[in-house]
């Protein structure tokens, strides 16, 4: 019997006073029931014990967990499922048990506190992708946050390696205008070279430069964030804040560039800070005094390696290649650059420079450079019209590379171009060579063609070059010698025969 009909039964004949015949009637029930019930107190009838599928195994589980107090619950099933009588439930079941006998895997974490000017955390993050021209780069950013006063720097790059590492570090110091006196990091690839913590073994270069500027480096252990959490926190903000949602703002690199300047002034430095309750630009205040200053000269951070100039006369670098003059060709270089630019020298003295290019497989090539491959080429030295008309200037220097690089006879060409000089003058002709270079059209009858229609846009006579059918005729013309006394009578100057004259 319910006990939901129990107390019915009850109720109908101690309240309501209704007799058995009119219960069983309403309840629908014999008539034993309702005397059962109204004879009887309720009690409620006998549990079944409920066996567990996992309650045989449970021994050998202990003695597992006792000798690997990790293994995982798959592995545990794996374990007591071996033989013919071996486990065949759930892996669920197994997991459930293990989160009851396992012994809890907890850490405490102590709150630490910094003086001003005693310590510096920094880290890298990934910031997703980007496009640049037809390659895909990774952005990176560069967080570096003050312990006391939460004062941060950030810098986009585009690699994470020891050059861009120290460069930003560096660019750190710069804008905090002071250096603590401690620098923590993780497991950081351009400082450490293996090991974590206090047996972590630091790279020497990283070490010239804590010792350039007296820090005292202190490795993390590997696998630690809360170690250095105060920088985490910065990076995971960075992310969540400055990035987030600005997916159609970021088109290009130079918008994170900007990017970073902006909410590291507007917005990160100046907010209130969750854990100091202050603004970090205030508590910074406080902590500049503490700071040492920074050294005069800035460690050295560009990247620096000596190559072989290839036959194509190029360097190869970050996946690109950049021109140097023919006459290196086969020659050991040195290769400089930072993030803007690139440098080619030799014995000490630069003979190239180039901008820094981002894309990936990219050939980079100065015209002079080209120019001056081209004439080594072709293995002729250069002649005088050439010479004359390189003379022009740097316009018509780079419409000479240009007609290097057409099946037409160079020489024809520059001489109609000279020509044009002295009948039309320097500036007219160059000023149509410019756009003849603009509409990438390499010859003397397009630059003449351009003189021509500027000329009667500024409704100026097109000028003809006087010219005899023969020029062989030139030197059988006899003309008498010119008399200048004849143009005096123009002017009614008396001449000496005249004086001379008696007069009649």
């Not at 570096?144 to 750190?172: D, G, I, P, T």
Request: charged share 30%.
């Amino acid at each position: 019997m319910k006990v939901e009909r129990w107390a019915e039964i009850r109720r109908l004949a101690k309240i309501e006073q209704l007799s058995a015949r009119a219960i069983a009637a309403r309840l629908n029930c014999c008539a034993k029931t309702i005397k059962k019930a109204l004879t009887h107190d309720w009690t409620p009838p006998p549990k079944r014990p409920r066996t567990s599928a996992l309650a045989s195994f449970h021994q050998k589980i202990d003695a597992l967990i006792q000798r690997h107090p990790r293994l995982s619950a798959v592995r545990v099933r794996e374990e007591i499922a071996k033989g013919s009588d071996g486990y065949q439930g759930s892996v669920y079941i197994v997991r459930r048990y293990l989160h009851r006998i396992r012994p809890p895997h907890t850490r405490v974490y102590q709150e630490v506190y910094y003086e001003p000017g005693e310590a510096m955390q920094i880290d890298w993050g990934s910031c997703g992708q980007i496009e640049i021209g037809t390659t895909v780069r990774t952005v990176y950013v560069f967080v570096a946050v003050l312990c006391y006063s939460r004062l941060c720097f950030l810098k986009f790059s585009l690699s994470q390696n020891a050059a861009c590492s120290y460069r930003a570090l560096v660019e750190a110091f710069v804008f905090f205008g002071g250096l603590p006196k401690k620098l923590i990091f993780d497991n950081f690839k351009p400082a450490v070279l293996d090991g974590h913590g206090r047996n972590a073994r630091l790279r020497s270069d990283f070490l010239a430069l804590c010792g350039h500027y007296c820090l005292q480096p202190i490795a993390c252990q590997r696998r630690d964030p809360e170690s250095k959490g105060i920088v985490e926190a910065g990076v995971r903000y960075v992310k969540h804040n400055a990035l987030q949602g600005r997916e159609d703002q970021l088109r290009t690199w130079a918008d994170y560039l900007e990017l970073a300047t902006y909410w590291r002034d507007q917005v990160a430095n100046v907010r209130i800070h969750e854990t100091t309750r202050e603004r970090p630009c205030d508590r910074f205040l406080r902590e500049q005094p503490a700071l040492r200053p920074v050294p005069e000269f800035p460690f050295d951070t560009d990247e620096d390696f000596p190559t072989i100039v290839s036959d194509h006369c190029r360097v190869r670098f970050d996946a690109n290649r950049y021109s140097v003059p023919p006459e290196y060709r086969g020659k050991t270089v040195a290769v400089r650059a930072n993030d803007r630019a690139v440098w080619v020298l030799f014995d000490g003295k630069e003979i190239a420079r180039h901008r820094r290019c981002h894309e990936k497989r990219q050939i980079l090539v100065l015209p002079e450079h080209q120019l001056a491959a081209l004439e080594l080429r072709h293995r002729s030295r250069a002649t005088q019209n050439e010479s004359d008309f390189d003379a022009l200037g740097p316009v018509a220097r780079a419409f000479h590379l240009k007609l290097l690089t057409v099946p037409v006879r160079k020489e024809l060409h520059l001489r109609k171009i000279l020509a044009l000089v002295r009948l039309y003058g320097r500036h007219d002709v160059l000023a149509a060579m410019t756009i003849a270079l603009e509409v990438q059209t390499y010859d003397a009858a397009a630059v003449e063609n351009i003189l021509h229609q500027e000329r009667r846009r500024r409704q100026l006579p097109s000028l003809i070059e006087v010219k005899p059918q023969r020029r062989e005729l030139i030197d059988e013309i006899d003309l008498p010698t010119p008399d200048p006394s004849t143009y005096d009578c123009l002017f009614g100057i008396q001449t000496l025969e005249e004086t001379d004259r008696e007069p009649v």
